[in-house]
């Protein structure tokens, strides 16, 4: 579980810096994008067991970089997380019918956070070894 890497895809520095100190702290690998087509890039080179995705990007926003991953071939068992300050039920929706697994609102719980991230993970790792 620790050696697992997880993709950040977020533009707000200091949030990502929360996501990064808190996951690295729980011992995982971290890869950093602050926009969609560079996280997708890095997606593709990295194949992360998880992706935190940040809805409000840059250009493409975050709904339509997971209808990218989640419709492509080599990325769409890679579990996407929306990460959203808007926790509207409409977004909820919206991220959901784009492939997302789960959904985080900003700020986020910092208890809560590592956990989920880490829940979402091994049940990908249950899921391929069947026991789930
Ligand atoms: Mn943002």
């Known amino acids: 579980m620790s050696d697992a890497?997880?993709?950040?895809?977020?533009?707000?520095e200091s949030n990502m810096m929360l996501f990064r100190d808190l996951l690295?702290?729980?011992?995982?690998?971290?890869?950093?994008?602050?926009?969609?087509?560079a996280g997708i890039e890095l997606a593709r080179a990295h194949r992360p067991d998880v992706i935190l995705?940040?809805?409000?990007?840059?250009?493409?926003d975050?709904?339509?970089?997971?209808?990218?991953?989640?419709?492509?071939p080599d990325l769409k068992d890679i579990p996407v997380v929306a990460l959203t300050s808007y926790a509207?039920?409409?977004d909820m929706m919206e991220?959901?019918?784009?492939?997302?697994?789960?959904?985080?609102?900003?700020p986020i719980n910092t208890r809560e956070f590592?956990?989920?991230v880490a829940g979402?993970?091994?049940?990908?790792?249950n899921r391929w070894r069947g026991l789930k």
Do not use: Y
């Open 114 to 116: 590592t956990k989920t």
């Open 24 to 37: 690295t702290l729980a011992g995982f690998h971290v890869l950093e994008a602050s926009d969609a087509e």
């Open 95 to 106: 991220a959901k019918e784009a492939g997302c697994t789960k959904f985080i609102s900003k």
């Open 62 to 72: 975050g709904f339509n970089a997971t209808r990218i991953i989640t419709t492509d």
């Open 53 to 60: 995705m940040d809805i409000q990007l840059p250009g493409m």
């Open 120 to 125: 979402v993970i091994s049940d990908r790792q």
């Open 88 to 90: 509207m039920e409409k």
């Open 5 to 12: 890497k997880i993709l950040i895809i977020e533009d707000n």
